[in-house]
Structures are given as structure tokens and as C-alpha cells.
């Protein structure tokens, strides 16, 4: 998830290039733009690892998590990652079969829901998908996936790009784990109720922030960040009857990276509450491993959804070109 969204239309990326080759004692993270924002987790993980390494730790950031994964493809071997932070189980089974990811080293305690076993990714954070909405704008939110695509085609949603975007993605699979092989004829009726595709999270919030759609795609943690940061409860999650699809934002050390002592270390440090401390309140998503601190009570107040749907990550690999192109073709209709 991601933090100060209005702001990040506007911010400069500090990495946005490729890092140049190796200095000893560097660690290049490739990640997505709205973890490196100053508001963002980024700046307090640098420092924090840092202090702990006497390294020096880059950032280079991209628009979100499918495009960090196409963007390793596209360099493969030739990549100055280290590490790659950014990923989701929607996307480890296609960056497993890249041959560009080496097996972890040591790692923390985890505590993601089902618990977790992969020799090469790891996570750092999870949520839910959710359609946040407008209270003040907004009286009568949809109850039900059902309720989102059969609506009033006035009141609008932003959406992202399944392309780029992993909220994208998380949407698209949200709907076909519901509706199956009623996806396509689900995607033409919610069609007529999205304002905009943005490629990443961060336009189509800003978006949203903006007014300009009183619905948005994003997490059931999102409204933690306005209930502390704005002292507002004006944003809310619509809790959907059918269930809510779970994010696990994962890590994985890079087979060139495998080879810098310093991504074992960085992967031990991220499963510590040194990192898990870190991520409630900037990146504004519920911590992967231990804290060494209690969660802010706002954290409580947030939808805790009754069923949770994941789609295995090989049946994703299997048929997300075939699920996108039936989204490509339900939106150009």
C-alpha cells in the first residue's frame, strides 16, 4: 500500500534511473516509487539498515510491482538489483520461473495469515484489497462485489492497470475468483463505473483524494492513514460480502544479488521488528513478522474481513496473460 498519494503526483523519484555498477559495501533495492517517498518507508529503512551495515543502501524505484517484475525481466542478467521489494504471491510463481532469483538466507519469525514456506521469497507486509470510499460524497457504498459491478453507473471508481499495477492485478483475480467464467460479462458492467485505469496506485488515489471519483481501489489498512495522519474518519473500506482479496508484498534476493553478503543480511533485518516497526504507519499495511511495539488503535477500528481469497500462485502464472486479455478486451468494448 502506499502513503501520501496526493503528493506523490508531484514528487520527483530520488532514484529513477539505473544505480550504477556495484561499490563494495552497496546494497541496490529495486522497489516501488511510493516506498522510496519521504513519507514512505524507504527513507527510515535506509536509515535504520544502515546504522546496522556501515553500508550504504540505494533505492531505485518504478510505478508499482508488476512493473518492478517487468523491469527485471527486461535487464535480466544485466540487472543492478540486489534485492527486488515489491512483488506479490500474484507474481512469484512468474518471477520464480525467471531463473533470476536466488534462495534466502536465514531469516525472522513471520506471522502472515496461513502461514508462509518459499526458499526464495519473502514477505514484509500484507493487507486486503478494498474499495475505499467518500463518506461525505458517498452514502450508500456497494456491500458486495456484486453490489460494485451491478451499480449506478454516476457514481465512479478509479481502478489500475493489472499490467503494471499489483492492486490491478488483485482486482482482476478478486473478480474472477468470484465470478469465474462470468468475469468477462462482470468487467463490461463495472466498466461503465470507472472514471479512470491508472498504471499505478499512487495516480488513482491521488485521484480519489482529489475528488475526482468518490471510490477507489485500495486496502482495507488505507483509512489507518487518515484516521492518524489527517485525524479523519471521512475515508472508508466497503466491506464486501463475498470477501476481501489478500496482498503479500514479498522480497526476493536477485542471483546476482546472491553474491553481495549484504542482501542476506538486508532479508534477516526485514523480517526484525528493527523493519516491521516501520511499515504500519509509512506504508500503511499490517506487519509480515513481530513488532516491538503495539499497533496504533486506529488499526483496530479497520475492516477485518470475514473470508479471505488467494489464488495459488501457479494457477496465477498459469492464466494471467489469458484473465488480462479477457479484461482487455470487457474494457475496449
Given at each position: 500500500m502506499r502513503v501520501k498519494p496526493f503528493l506523490l503526483l508531484t514528487a520527483a523519484m530520488t532514484a529513477s534511473c539505473l544505480a550504477p555498477a556495484h561499490a563494495a559495501g552497496e546494497l541496490t533495492i529495486y522497489t516501488y516509487e511510493s516506498f522510496t517517498a519521504e513519507w514512505g518507508p524507504g527513507p527510515q529503512v535506509e536509515k535504520?539498515?544502515?546504522?546496522?551495515?556501515?553500508?550504504?543502501?540505494?533505492?531505485?524505484?518504478?510505478?508499482?510491482?508488476?512493473?518492478?517484475?517487468?523491469?527485471?525481466?527486461?535487464e535480466g542478467e544485466q540487472t543492478k538489483a540486489d534485492i527486488v521489494l515489491g512483488l506479490d504471491t500474484n507474481l512469484t510463481a512468474d518471477a520464480r520461473a525467471t531463473g533470476l532469483f536466488a534462495p534466502h538466507g536465514p531469516i525472522g519469525e513471520l506471522t502472515v495469515p496461513g502461514g508462509w514456506k518459499d526458499d526464495i521469497f519473502v514477505p514484509y507486509d500484507y493487507s486486503y484489497f478494498a474499495v475505499v470510499y467518500d463518506t461525505e460524497t458517498l452514502k450508500n457504498p456497494p456491500k458486495s462485489l456484486a453490489d460494485l459491478v451491478d451499480g449506478d453507473p454516476s457514481e465512479k471508481i478509479v481502478i489500475q492497470d493489472p499490467r503494471t499495477s499489483t492492486p490491478g492485478l488483485g482486482l482482476l483475480l478478486w473478480v474472477k475468483q468470484v465470478y469465474g467464467?462470468?468475469?468477462?460479462?462482470?468487467?463490461?458492467?463495472?466498466?461503465?463505473?470507472?472514471?479512470?485505469?491508472?498504471?499505478?496506485?499512487?495516480?488513482?488515489?491521488?485521484?480519489?483524494?482529489?475528488?475526482?471519483?468518490?471510490?477507489?481501489?485500495?486496502?482495507?489498512?488505507?483509512?489507518?492513514?487518515?484516521?492518524?495522519?489527517?485525524k479523519t474518519e471521512k475515508y472508508?473500506?466497503?466491506?464486501?460480502?463475498?470477501?476481501?482479496?489478500?496482498?503479500?508484498?514479498?522480497?526476493?534476493?536477485t542471483t546476482v544479488g546472491s553474491k553481495n553478503p549484504l542482501s542476506e543480511e538486508f532479508m534477516a533485518f526485514m523480517t526484525s521488528p528493527a523493519f516491521q516497526d516501520i511499515i504500519p504507519q509509512t506504508n500503511w499495511m499490517l506487519p509480515a513478522g513481530p513488532t516491538g511495539k503495539p499497533l496504533n488503535p486506529a488499526f483496530d477500528k479497520l475492516v477485518h474481513p470475514a473470508k479471505s481469497l488467494l489464488m495459488a500462485p501457479e494457477e496465477v502464472k498459469k492464466f494471467r496473460k489469458q484473465w488480462v486479455d479477457e479484461w482487455l478486451s470487457a474494457m475496449s468494448q
Open positions: 535504520a539498515f544502515e546504522a546496522e551495515c556501515a553500508c550504504d543502501l540505494k533505492f531505485v524505484a518504478v510505478a508499482d510491482g508488476v512493473a518492478l517484475l517487468n523491469r527485471v525481466k527486461l467464467d462470468k468475469a468477462p460479462e462482470a468487467w463490461k458492467k463495472l466498466k461503465q463505473r470507472v472514471l479512470t485505469v491508472t498504471p499505478g496506485w499512487s495516480e488513482s488515489y491521488g485521484l480519489f483524494t482529489k475528488g475526482e471519483a468518490p471510490m477507489v481501489l485500495s486496502y482495507t489498512t488505507s483509512p489507518a492513514y487518515h484516521m492518524i495522519e489527517d472508508q473500506a466497503a466491506e464486501f460480502a463475498e470477501g476481501h482479496y489478500m496482498q503479500i508484498e514479498v522480497a526476493g534476493v
